[in-house]
């Protein structure tokens, strides 16, 4: 199955990638707008909250996939956010140690399908 | 050998597991049992088992459906065959609890131990045992013996472990079928209403299947889904026939009751906002953490939880669990490891998901479940149902983590002196012992306290056993003992001194015998009934007699050991029924609990016959007036949407008629309901405003009832309100305020217009109640609006909307004031000498403890003198024509003041001395509401206030200093010196109430308003008034009891000894349309050859439409004619449970021959390969 949609997603990637190229100023923008978005945390006049935990989150993710960081890396960096949470309970911020379960639970969802995808590689 | 050494491994571990299961010895102090709450553990076990064996428990209050209970069979069956086999009910019990836990352990090792070939730890299912067991979760189950869920608990882990095998191709797929079904036989939960337990189960199999079929890849998947499909078949219908005994009757109960169900529990919002509460604390990072009950956080006196929320080292173990399960995913070496340790940890991420329930971040998607996926909404009390699956992964993943460190850990190899296999081992009990440590409170019994000082572990008062014994041979199984005081009026269950609590009442788990108890599972007739004769006895009233007759209650059972002063749990103080019933015959005492016989007329048996019935119209709560009326046998005409509403035969013989009418007014004499203004985010001017008025839809319509015309425009002010309010606030332009401000007065207009223009006509009270609502609310976000704005353009719109407000609020209030001394009602049956007549009860008293009779009644207007006559509890106001009359006025005096030892008092509180009028209310009954009138607030000094201060039953507050009272009141209403009408402030009795004290005070000039006497205290009458009408019957209600049989409680014989017919056939317990009456002839036919047993099996039972309910509760039959032969009373649900357990025997022989066949195949197969290689 997976050979099957390896051309479409080719496909797809090559045509992502002539769009970047044609319309560099235009994703820039849009990354700048993002950013912004990030920074204030909502989208002004459609009252559209951006929680500073979804912020993060896309930024490890993209990150990872940018850098090409391993699984392991960043499952061991998932685990060590517990540590993180630990400090955040024990100093009493509850609602930030609630945030970092947040981001820990995205990120274990994410680790996981790449183990599932290195399984399926194997079989 | 190697099979022998395996086999010492496995001996070795179930050693362990058997010690550790002996933790429940450190709960029982000697004589202890844990029940009370939701424990239900029974004191007589043996009794209350065999009860349990039937689908109706005629015990209870008027019988009860005891269908969705007997599934749990098998579970009571464990304590009762401890029981017989000698033990006491507590070691009963504590044998029952160490029974459990060990086979709880013992599933989940089975579940580890069969994936040895992939993870070939030596502890792993050892420790992975240990940690599915011990955890916070199931400690708060101990608590209340949880057995129905300590079975699904079991079942999870081994039909996983069978679904994951089947999968895999280790076993076939039928024997793995019929291993599961009977797995779900013996680990049943529980059976009916316990299936949402199965939650954790369901998400573990359904994920299971998805994730092996993805990893078979191309192919493959197609396979899995084969196999799938194949295996579900084989588990459903080997499942269900094997379960046959209690599914039979139980889908017969679902499909009558689902719909009921949800809607008992308030629809869909009622059962998102109780998932909301019990996903409060369910964040993922307690989830992650295996915490988040939410009575750690709730319950300030809980007996451990401060402990791990903020003792630093218990907190820092609890941000292990996690990092040490999901390491696992680091540690696994091997492909098929890998593949089984991703599961595990996809698993946890699943069950977390639904665990949080509509917890934040992911809460929104689960309540998305709850309102659009069919049947999901079982499943509400998300954390309980599926946190099991998230235990069970995490005993996997932590188990293989914590066997990975110990055995792939190089440093053992240092100590080759001491053997690194001692120490291997010696680290594995550590870690057990780790893990015991960690959940301390296993090893004592605080936790079974959920309400200091309210607990499950209790000793039983030996003269609750003598009860329990004497009973046996003295008390009838077919006559109600009434069980005093009344308890309190939210939980309607009681709080014994010896700390027992439960909304299972304790005359459930002693010796089955009839009681009736104020419960929350009597009707609204039912408690009406059953209050009123309590009331009757406490106040030595006349009409006690009757309602012992009307109830079928034969006996009463003070129960003088009710902790009435129990904050939260106030109730009647039972000293003051034991005065009341000195004269009663004592039949039994015994420490604080008395046995009295009650007045009864006639001995009434649960099945006789009468000719005739009352036929009664009106509310459940004024049902007490047919008893006033002296009515023997009523029939009460439901609405459609009742439950107990049927199509009625037209041919029921109706003696009489009495209605209950409906007093519109009296709505007015309530307090008024504010309304909470919302807040505008959208505003006048922002371009979405337009979609904003859009959504309102504001309705237009003519032909639409013009209530429902006034209601829109009610909720489209609101709205306006809102928007001017923000509006002010954010300073934004005046055309924009004005402009709503506009459209607001058009809408208020409009209200206006339609309320006045009808003054000939009469009012529609309830909604001029709810206009009032929104007059006082709507002014003040005005009034704060006006202070805040700073244009005079905008000033003088918003004063003219103020003015608009009170001159609807002036005459809102000009048509209460006339309510107190007018009161409408309304008539719907046309007869022409109909009588009328009041409930004295419902009449309010002067201080002289006289009933304040009307003094005249309008007929459409037209005013017609009485002369009340009192007979007993019932005012007689004469025999009126009621052709063309729809509706009645009652005048009545002006309301009597009751506030006595009136003075004036000065108090000192805060450094400030306080001027107050105080005074007490005559007579006061904890019953009624009572109004505090103000003719003329404007004249009251600044910040005077009113006070009300009740007295209980029990000291509360320091009665010896008027201070306390004074700066510790329990009810202030804030005098508005701005109304120019005169305000009512009401309140009511509560539970515990003696008395009520009012202050009327102000820091100054109190003397002066003292001086003109300015409030007064009423007593508010809400009187019951019902017309009487004769039928073409009114001659023949005598009651004749009926012979009979009682096989057991779902069963009995009548015999049909009538001489003329038709005639009606009353039973009283509960209405049930599932209680069947056949006609049988004995003699003839199949049924000769039959069993007792199934002698109803193959015949129709006589027409349901002439099946109805009587007296508010009891069963009644129409017989046309005479019976051809015995009449047979049967439970239907009753015949299910016999032919399901036939079903069930036949399949569950049929099965066991099948898989031993397949068994002896296997093993030949395997044998003979073996002799080809």
Same mark, same amino acid.
């Given at each position: 199955?997976?050979?099957?949609?390896?051309?479409?997603?080719?496909?797809? !990637?090559?045509?992502?990638?002539?769009?970047?190229?044609?319309?560099?100023? !235009?994703? !820039?923008?849009?990354?700048?707008?993002?950013?912004?978005?990030?920074?204030?945390?909502?989208?002004?006049?459609?009252?559209?909250?951006?929680?500073?935990?979804?912020?993060?989150?896309?930024?490890?993710?993209?990150?990872?996939?940018?850098?090409?960081?391993?699984?392991?890396?960043?499952?061991?960096?998932?685990?060590?956010?517990?540590?993180?949470?630990?400090?955040?309970?024990?100093?009493?911020?509850?609602?930030?140690? !609630?945030?970092?379960?947040?981001?820990?639970?995205?990120?274990?969802?994410?680790?996981?399908?790449?183990?599932?995808?290195?399984?399926?590689?194997?079989? | 050998?190697?099979?022998?050494?395996?086999?010492?491994?496995?001996?070795?571990?179930?050693?362990?597991?058997?010690?550790?299961?002996?933790?429940? %010895?450190?709960?029982?102090?000697?004589?202890?049992?844990?029940?009370?709450?939701?424990?239900?553990?029974?004191?007589?076990?043996?009794?209350?088992?065999?009860?349990?064996?039937?689908?109706?428990?005629?015990?209870?209050?008027?019988?009860?459906?005891?269908?969705?209970?007997?599934?749990?069979?098998?579970?009571?069956?464990?304590?009762?065959?401890?029981?017989?086999?000698?033990?006491?009910?507590?070691?009963?019990?504590?044998?029952?609890?160490?029974?459990?836990?060990?086979?709880?352990?013992?599933?989940?090792?089975?579940?580890?131990?069969?994936?040895?070939?992939?993870?070939?730890?030596?502890?792993?299912?050892?420790?992975?045992?240990?940690?599915?067991?011990?955890?916070?979760?199931?400690?708060?189950?101990?608590?209340?013996?949880?057995?129905?869920?300590?079975?699904?608990?079991?079942?999870?882990?081994?039909?996983?472990?069978?679904?994951?095998?089947?999968?895999?191709?280790?076993?076939?797929?039928?024997?793995?079928?019929?291993?599961?079904?009977?797995?779900?036989?013996?680990?049943?939960?529980?059976?009916?209403?316990?299936?949402?337990?199965?939650?954790?189960?369901?998400?573990?199999?359904?994920?299971?299947?998805?994730?092996? =079929?993805?990893?078979?890849?191309?192919?493959?998947?197609?396979?899995?889904?084969?196999?799938?499909?194949?295996?579900?078949?084989?588990?459903?219908?080997?499942?269900?026939?094997?379960?046959?005994?209690?599914?039979?009757?139980?889908?017969?109960?679902?499909?009558?009751?689902?719909?009921?169900?949800?809607?008992?529990?308030?629809?869909?919002?009622?059962?998102?906002?109780?998932?909301?509460?019990?996903?409060?604390?369910?964040?993922?990072?307690?989830?992650?953490?295996?915490?988040?009950?939410?009575?750690?956080?709730?319950?300030?006196?809980?007996?451990?939880?401060?402990?791990?929320?903020?003792?630093?080292?218990?907190?820092?173990?609890?941000?292990?669990?996690?990092?040490?399960?999901?390491?696992?995913?680091?540690?696994?070496?091997?492909?098929?490891?890998?593949?089984?340790?991703?599961?595990?940890?996809?698993?946890?991420?699943?069950?977390?998901?639904?665990?949080?329930?509509?917890?934040?971040?992911?809460?929104? %998607?689960?309540?998305?479940?709850?309102?659009?996926?069919?049947?999901?909404?079982?499943?509400?009390?998300?954390?309980?149902?599926?946190?099991?699956?998230?235990?069970?992964?995490?005993?996997?993943?932590?188990?293989?983590?914590?066997?990975?460190?110990?055995?792939?850990?190089?440093?053992?190899?240092?100590?080759?002196?001491?053997?690194?296999?001692?120490?291997?081992?010696? =680290?594995?009990?550590?870690?057990?012992?780790?893990?015991?440590?960690?959940?301390?409170?296993?090893?004592?019994?605080?936790?079974?306290?959920?309400?200091?000082?309210?607990?499950?572990?209790?000793?039983?008062?030996?003269?609750?056993?003598?009860?329990?014994?004497?009973?046996?041979?003295?008390?009838?199984?077919?006559?109600?003992?009434?069980?005093?005081?009344?308890?309190?009026?939210?939980?309607?269950?009681?709080?014994?001194?010896?700390?027992?609590?439960?909304?299972?009442?304790?005359?459930?788990?002693?010796?089955?015998?009839?009681?009736?108890?104020?419960?929350?599972?009597?009707?609204?007739?039912?408690?009406?009934?059953?209050?009123?004769?309590?009331?009757?006895?406490?106040?030595?009233?006349?009409?006690?007699?009757?309602?012992?007759?009307?109830?079928?209650?034969?006996?009463?059972?003070?129960?003088?050991?009710?902790?009435?002063?129990?904050?939260?749990?106030?109730?009647?103080?039972?000293?003051?029924?034991?005065?009341?019933?000195?004269?009663?015959?004592?039949?039994?005492?015994?420490?604080?609990?008395?046995?009295?016989?009650?007045?009864?007329?006639?001995?009434?048996?649960?099945?006789?016959?009468?000719?005739?019935?009352?036929?009664?119209?009106?509310?459940?709560?004024?049902?007490?007036?047919?008893?006033?009326?002296?009515?023997?046998?009523?029939?009460?005409?439901?609405?459609? /949407?009742?439950?107990?509403?049927?199509?009625?035969?037209?041919?029921?013989?109706?003696?009489?008629?009495?209605?209950?009418?409906?007093?519109?007014?009296?709505?007015?004499?309530?307090?008024?309901?504010?309304?909470?203004?919302?807040?505008?985010?959208?505003?006048?001017?922002?371009?979405?405003?337009?979609?904003? @008025?859009?959504?309102?839809?504001?309705?237009?319509?003519?032909?639409?009832?013009?209530?429902?015309?006034?209601?829109?425009?009610?909720?489209?002010?609101?709205?306006?309100?809102?928007?001017?309010? /923000?509006?002010?606030?954010?300073?934004?332009?005046?055309?924009?305020?004005?402009?709503?401000?506009?459209?607001?007065?058009?809408?208020?207009?409009?209200?206006?217009?339609?309320?006045?223009?009808?003054?000939?006509?009469?009012?529609?009270?309830?909604?001029?109640?709810?206009?009032?609502?929104?007059?006082?609310?709507?002014?003040?976000?005005?009034?704060?609006?006006?202070?805040?704005?700073?244009?005079?353009?905008?000033?003088?719109?918003?004063? /003219?909307?103020?003015?608009?407000?009170?001159?609807?609020?002036?005459?809102?209030?000009?048509?209460?004031?006339?309510?107190?001394?007018?009161?409408?009602?309304?008539?719907? @049956?046309?007869?022409?000498?109909?009588?009328?007549?009041?409930?004295?009860?419902?009449?309010?008293?002067?201080?002289?403890?006289?009933?304040?009779?009307?003094?005249?009644?309008?007929?459409?207007?037209?005013?017609?003198?009485?002369?009340?006559?009192?007979?007993?509890?019932?005012?007689?106001?004469?025999?009126?024509?009621?052709?063309?009359?729809?509706?009645?006025?009652?005048?009545?005096?002006?309301?009597?003041?009751?506030?006595?030892?009136?003075?004036?008092?000065?108090?000192?509180?805060?450094?400030?001395?306080?001027?107050?009028?105080?005074?007490?209310?005559?007579?006061?009954?904890?019953?009624?509401?009572?109004?505090?009138?103000?003719?003329?607030?404007?004249?009251?000094?600044?910040?005077?206030?009113?006070?009300?201060?009740?007295?209980?039953?029990?000291?509360?507050?320091?009665?010896?200093?008027?201070?306390?009272?004074?700066?510790?009141?329990?009810?202030?209403?804030?005098?508005?010196?701005?109304?120019?009408?005169?305000?009512?402030?009401?309140?009511?009795?509560?539970?515990?109430?003696?008395?009520?004290?009012?202050?009327?005070?102000?820091?100054?000039?109190?003397?002066?308003?003292?001086?003109?006497?300015?409030?007064?205290?009423?007593?508010?009458?809400?009187?019951?008034?019902?017309?009487?009408?004769?039928?073409?019957?009114? /001659?023949?209600?005598?009651?004749?009891?009926?012979?009979?049989?009682?096989?057991?409680?779902?069963?009995?014989?009548?015999?049909?000894?009538?001489?003329?017919?038709?005639?009606?056939?009353?039973?009283?317990?509960?209405?049930?349309?599932?209680?069947?009456?056949?006609?049988? @002839?004995?003699?003839?036919?199949?049924?000769?050859?039959?069993?007792?047993?199934?002698?109803?099996?193959?015949?129709?039972?006589?027409?349901?439409?002439?099946?109805?309910?009587?007296?508010?509760?009891?069963?009644?039959?129409?017989?046309?004619?005479?019976?051809?032969?015995? %009449?047979?009373?049967?439970?239907?649900?009753?015949?299910?449970?016999?032919?399901?357990?036939?079903?069930?025997?036949?399949?569950?022989?049929?099965?066991?021959?099948?898989?031993?066949?397949?068994?002896?195949?296997?093993?030949?197969?395997?044998?003979?390969?073996?002799?080809?290689?």
């Amino acid at each position: 199955m997976m050979e099957r949609l390896r051309p479409i997603q080719h496909a797809f !990637e090559q045509k992502i990638l002539a769009y970047g190229q044609a319309h560099v100023f !235009e994703l !820039e923008i849009f990354a700048v707008a993002i950013l912004a978005v990030a920074l204030i945390g909502k989208i002004p006049y459609l009252n559209i909250v951006i929680t500073k935990q979804i912020s993060l989150l896309l930024l490890i993710v993209f990150g990872a996939y940018l850098f090409q960081i391993k699984k392991q890396v960043l499952l061991t960096f998932s685990l060590l956010l517990f540590a993180c949470a630990l400090v955040l309970s024990l100093a009493g911020k509850m609602d930030s140690a !609630e945030s970092i379960g947040t981001i820990i639970y995205a990120l274990l969802w994410f680790v996981a399908m790449l183990y599932v995808k290195d399984i399926w590689r194997q079989i | 050998m190697m099979r022998l050494q395996s086999f010492r491994k496995i001996i070795f571990d179930i050693v362990v597991i058997a010690f550790i299961s002996l933790i429940p %010895l450190f709960w029982f102090p000697n004589g202890y049992i844990v029940t009370g709450h939701d424990a239900g553990y029974p004191i007589n076990i043996q009794e209350t088992f065999r009860n349990r064996l039937f689908t109706w428990n005629s015990q209870q209050n008027f019988g009860i459906d005891n269908t969705p209970n007997v599934g749990a069979v098998p579970i009571h069956a464990i304590e009762a065959v401890f029981y017989v086999m000698g033990a006491s009910p507590a070691q009963a019990q504590q044998f029952s609890f160490m029974f459990w836990l060990f086979l709880m352990m013992a599933s989940m090792y089975t579940l580890a131990y069969s994936f040895q070939r992939d993870i070939p730890y030596r502890f792993f299912p050892l420790i992975a045992s240990v940690l599915y067991v011990v955890n916070f979760f199931l400690l708060a189950l101990w608590r209340y013996g949880a057995a129905t869920t300590f079975s699904a608990y079991c079942a999870l882990p081994i039909i996983l472990a069978l679904v994951i095998a089947a999968l895999q191709n280790r076993i076939p797929v039928l024997k793995a079928g019929i291993a599961i079904s009977f797995a779900a036989m013996v680990f049943n939960g529980g059976g009916g209403l316990s299936l949402p337990l199965f939650g954790a189960l369901l998400i573990s199999v359904l994920s299971a299947i998805v994730y092996f =079929a993805a990893l078979e890849g191309k192919n493959g998947w197609k396979v899995i889904v084969w196999k799938t499909m194949y295996l579900g078949l084989c588990i459903i219908i080997l499942s269900a026939i094997l379960n046959a005994y209690w599914l039979f009757p139980f889908i017969h109960y679902a499909t009558s009751n689902f719909a009921r169900g949800l809607e008992a529990n308030g629809g869909a919002a009622g059962v998102l906002a109780w998932t909301d509460s019990v996903s409060k604390y369910t964040s993922l990072i307690n989830l992650f953490r295996l915490q988040g009950i939410p009575e750690w956080y709730d319950n300030a006196v809980h007996p451990f939880s401060n402990a791990y929320l903020t003792n630093p080292l218990l907190i820092g173990a609890s941000f292990l669990f996690a990092p040490l399960a999901y390491a696992s995913l680091l540690f696994a070496n091997e492909i098929r490891q890998k593949q089984l340790i991703l599961y595990f940890v996809l698993l946890s991420l699943i069950a977390a998901f639904f665990s949080a329930g509509t917890h934040a971040p992911t809460g929104w %998607l689960f309540a998305q479940f709850m309102l659009h996926v069919p049947g999901f909404v079982i499943f509400r009390s998300a954390q309980y149902k599926f946190v099991p699956a998230l235990y069970l992964s995490f005993a996997i993943l932590i188990s293989f983590s914590l066997n990975y460190l110990i055995y792939k850990t190089p440093v053992w190899e240092k100590f080759k002196a001491i053997s690194p296999r001692l120490l291997r081992t010696s =680290a594995v009990f550590i870690c057990i012992l780790v893990v015991l440590g960690y959940h301390w409170p296993y090893f004592r019994t605080e936790f079974f306290q959920y309400s200091p000082p309210l607990t499950t572990l209790l000793k039983v008062p030996d003269y609750v056993l003598a009860y329990d014994e004497w009973i046996d041979d003295h008390l009838d199984d077919d006559k109600r003992t009434l069980i005093l005081p009344l308890y309190n009026s939210s939980w309607k269950a009681a709080v014994y001194s010896w700390k027992y609590f439960s909304l299972y009442s304790l005359f459930n788990i002693i010796r089955p015998k009839p009681f009736l108890e104020h419960s929350q599972m009597l009707s609204g007739s039912q408690l009406a009934l059953m209050e009123r004769f309590s009331h009757e006895i406490l106040h030595q009233g006349p009409l006690a007699r009757q309602f012992a007759e009307f109830l079928g209650v034969r006996y009463i059972l003070l129960t003088g050991d009710v902790d009435f002063s129990l904050r939260g749990m106030l109730t009647e103080n039972p000293a003051d029924y034991k005065k009341a019933l000195s004269n009663y015959p004592v039949l039994w005492t015994n420490g604080p609990w008395q046995l009295y016989e009650a007045p009864s007329v006639t001995d009434t048996k649960p099945l006789y016959y009468i000719k005739s019935l009352t036929q009664y119209i009106g509310r459940e709560p004024d049902i007490t007036g047919v008893v006033i009326n002296g009515a023997n046998n009523f029939f009460h005409q439901y609405d459609k /949407s009742h439950p107990m509403a049927v199509a009625i035969s037209r041919d029921i013989p109706i003696s009489n008629t009495i209605e209950a009418l409906l007093c519109d007014s009296c709505v007015m004499e309530t307090a008024v309901n504010k309304i909470e203004v919302p807040h505008s985010l959208i505003l006048p001017g922002s371009i979405f405003y337009t979609l904003k @008025q859009w959504k309102e839809k504001p309705l237009e319509h003519e032909s639409l009832p013009e209530s429902q015309l006034i209601i829109n425009k009610l909720g489209l002010s609101l709205k306006r309100v809102s928007d001017i309010a /923000s509006l002010v606030q954010l300073n934004k332009s005046e055309r924009s305020i004005m402009v709503t401000a506009d459209t607001l007065m058009a809408y208020w207009k409009y209200i206006e217009e339609k309320v006045t223009t009808g003054e000939n006509s009469e009012p529609d009270y309830s909604l001029l109640h709810r206009i009032e609502g929104y007059v006082l609310s709507e002014k003040e976000v005005l009034l704060k609006a006006y202070g805040e704005s700073k244009s005079g353009g905008v000033r003088q719109r918003l004063i /003219s909307v103020i003015n608009k407000l009170t001159q609807i609020e002036v005459a809102i209030v000009g048509v209460r004031n006339k309510t107190s001394i007018l009161k409408q009602y309304r008539v719907s @049956q046309v007869a022409q000498n109909a009588e009328f007549f009041l409930d004295a009860d419902s009449l309010s008293k002067d201080v002289n403890q006289s009933y304040i009779y009307p003094m005249a009644m309008e007929f459409n207007g037209k005013s017609l003198g009485i002369t009340p006559v009192a007979e007993n509890e019932r005012v007689s106001l004469g025999t009126f024509d009621l052709r063309g009359v729809d509706r009645i006025t009652l005048r009545f005096p002006q309301p009597a003041n009751v506030l006595i030892n009136r003075r004036v008092e000065s108090v000192v509180a805060f450094g400030t001395t306080n001027f107050c009028i105080v005074g007490e209310a005559g007579n006061f009954n904890r019953n009624k509401s009572y109004r505090i009138h103000m003719p003329d607030p404007s004249g009251t000094p600044e910040g005077a206030a009113i006070h009300v201060v009740r007295k209980k039953n029990s000291v509360t507050k320091d009665e010896g200093t008027s201070i306390n009272y004074f700066t510790n009141p329990d009810v202030t209403f804030s005098i508005n010196r701005t109304a120019t009408v005169p305000q009512n402030y009401y309140f009511s009795g509560i539970d515990g109430d003696i008395g009520v004290t009012v202050y009327y005070c102000a820091s100054t000039q109190m003397t002066q308003a003292g001086e003109r006497e300015d409030i007064s205290l009423e007593e508010i009458a809400a009187p019951s008034l019902f017309i009487s009408a004769h039928e073409q019957y009114a /001659s023949n209600a005598r009651v004749e009891n009926a012979s009979y049989t009682r096989v057991d409680q779902t069963k009995y014989y009548v015999e049909s000894n009538q001489e003329a017919w038709p005639t009606i056939l009353v039973f009283n317990q509960n209405y049930d349309r599932k209680w069947k009456l056949y006609d049988i @002839q004995g003699d003839n036919g199949l049924n000769s050859y039959l069993p007792a047993i199934m002698e109803t099996w193959f015949q129709k039972p006589i027409v349901e439409s002439d099946h109805f309910a009587v007296n508010g509760y009891a069963n009644a039959w129409l017989l046309r004619s005479e019976p051809s032969g015995r %009449l047979v009373l049967e439970y239907y649900p009753q015949q299910l449970l016999y032919k399901g357990i036939v079903v069930t025997i036949a399949s569950f022989v049929i099965l066991i021959s099948v898989y031993m066949t397949n068994g002896k195949r296997d093993k030949r197969e395997s044998l003979t390969q073996i002799g080809a290689v």
